[in-house]
T-cell receptor, first 114, second 113 residues
Framework: DSGVTQTPKHLITATGQRVTLRCSPRSGDLSVYWYQQSLDQGLQFLIQYYNGEERAKGNILERFSAQQFPDLHSELNLSSLELGDSALYFC?????????????FGPGTRLTVT | TQLLEQSPQFLSIQEGENLTVYCNSSSVFSSLQWYRQEPGEGPVLLVTVVTGGEVKKLKRLTFQFGDARKDSSLHITAAQPGDTGLYLCAGGRIKAAGNKLTFGGGTRVLVKP
């Protein structure tokens, strides 16, 4: 158990809908990262927050947004969903924002868009 | 084009055999992490290496960071079925704006009993 929690575990929704994925980092970690992993593909970095502020952005679509709240939990919002958005979405956390800080991953949310 | 190239992409071996997974880049990283991921679960951090030439051992797993900090390898001795999984390397760079790990495409390892 990494200490990172994600809800829900599974999510099935229809095209055009909007969903929210939730992540709670490990106790004491200030950075939260979101990744997308499609079938047979590696982890694609989406976005990073540190102590409530956006710090780094990857290949995140404009239909996707995220935020980190004062209690440090984070939410990833996916809207106007398309079939191609079906994937595993992982949240990770780390202590700091730079250097050799390891990232600890949650169990993921499997999103299926039908 | 992957910034971090892992090879091979897939490896199937018998229990008791040895295996090596490679992670290569043309870029220098300040740190290199190795993760193992099982189906439907999140990646689990195995090790972090930060010094060029560094070698770390974790039971039957040996990790090495290249002298120039551009490549790394993972060697498993006497593999067991429990070693089956997707092995991911990830390179980190010190950046004032944030710490974005760059992941390789992964090596899927199957150890058959």
């Amino acid at each position: 158990d990494s200490g990172v929690t994600q809800t829900p575990k599974h999510l099935i929704t229809a095209t055009g809908q909007r969903v929210t994925l939730r992540c709670s980092p490990r106790s004491g970690d200030l950075s939260v990262y979101w990744y997308q992993q499609s079938l047979d593909q590696g982890l694609q970095f989406l976005i990073q927050y540190y102590n409530g502020e956006e710090r780094a952005k990857g290949n995140i679509l404009e239909r996707f947004s995220a935020q980190q709240f004062p209690d440090l939990h984070s939410e990833l919002n996916l809207s106007s969903l398309e079939l191609g958005d079906s994937a595993l979405y992982f949240c990770a956390s780390s202590v700091g924002i730079a250097g050799a800080y390891e990232q600890y991953f949650g169990p993921g949310t499997r999103l299926t868009v039908t | 084009t992957q910034l971090l190239e892992q090879s091979p992409q897939f490896l199937s071996i018998q229990e008791g055999e040895n295996l090596t997974v490679y992670c290569n880049s043309s870029s220098v990283f300040s740190s290199l992490q190795w993760y193992r991921q099982e189906p439907g679960e999140g990646p689990v951090l195995l090790v972090t290496v930060v010094t060029g030439g560094e070698v770390k051992k974790l039971k039957r797993l040996t990790f090495q960071f290249g002298d120039a900090r551009k490549d790394s390898s993972l060697h498993i001795t006497a593999a067991q079925p429990g070693d089956t999984g997707l092995y991911l390397c990830a390179g980190g760079r010190i950046k004032a704006a944030g710490n974005k790990l760059t992941f390789g495409g992964g090596t899927r390892v199957l150890v058959k009993p």
